[in-house]
Structures are given as structure tokens and as C-alpha cells.
């Protein structure tokens, strides 16, 4: 599944936004989860939401003026994979609109 957020940050701010973000994301898992995060790049974000028993790969791609993402649904979780990608869709748009 794929996500686009546009933003007018620019690249720098909206990955410190993203960064600062991070933390607070494991308390807004339904359910509870954990959320394992490491910038491979400069401007690529990988993380791993685990929830019910199930890890899911998020990469995040931070440009100039939007943030793509591929948000990869286990297919035991497919059924819920839209919600799935609204709720890392809505987190990543939180992140982005607070100054942190």
C-alpha cells in the first residue's frame, strides 16, 4: 500500500517533525505495539510496527515538499490493511503539522 503526504516543510523540517514524532507513535497503536525505527538514509525512515502478533514494514521517503511511504500488510492482517494505512498515513500527517 502506498501513501503521499504533501508538505511544505522542506526536507530538513519535516524529517526532525517525523523524528520527534516517533516516540509518542507506539501509544497511538490500537491494541498496543511497538515501533522499531532506523533512518537507513538520510531521507529514508524504515520502521517495523508490531501489533497483534504481526510485524509491519513501513519505508517512509522524506522529500523537499511530500513524504511517500509503502506500508507492506501481513496477509493475515490484510483485511485491515486499509486501516492500517490510514493509521500510518494520519500518524505521519500529525507529525508533519506539529512543530516539535
Not at 496477509?75 to 500518524?91: D, N, Y
Amino acid at each position: 500500500m502506498d501513501i503521499e503526504i504533501p508538505h511544505d516543510l522542506g526536507k530538513a523540517e519535516a524529517r526532525r517533525r517525523i523524528e520527534a514524532g516517533l516516540p509518542k507513535l507506539e501509544q497511538h497503536i490500537p491494541g498496543g505495539g511497538t515501533v522499531q525505527a532506523t533512518w537507513s538514509t538520510q531521507d529514508q525512515l524504515d520502521m517495523e510496527i508490531s501489533a497483534m502478533g504481526q510485524t509491519i514494514p513501513v519505508r517512509l521517503q522524506v522529500s523537499d515538499d511530500q513524504v511517500r511511504g509503502t506500508v507492506a500488510v501481513p496477509m493475515l492482517l490484510r483485511m485491515m490493511a486499509g486501516p492500517i494505512g490510514e493509521f500510518v498515513k494520519a500518524s505521519a500527517q500529525k507529525m508533519l503539522s506539529r512543530p516539535a
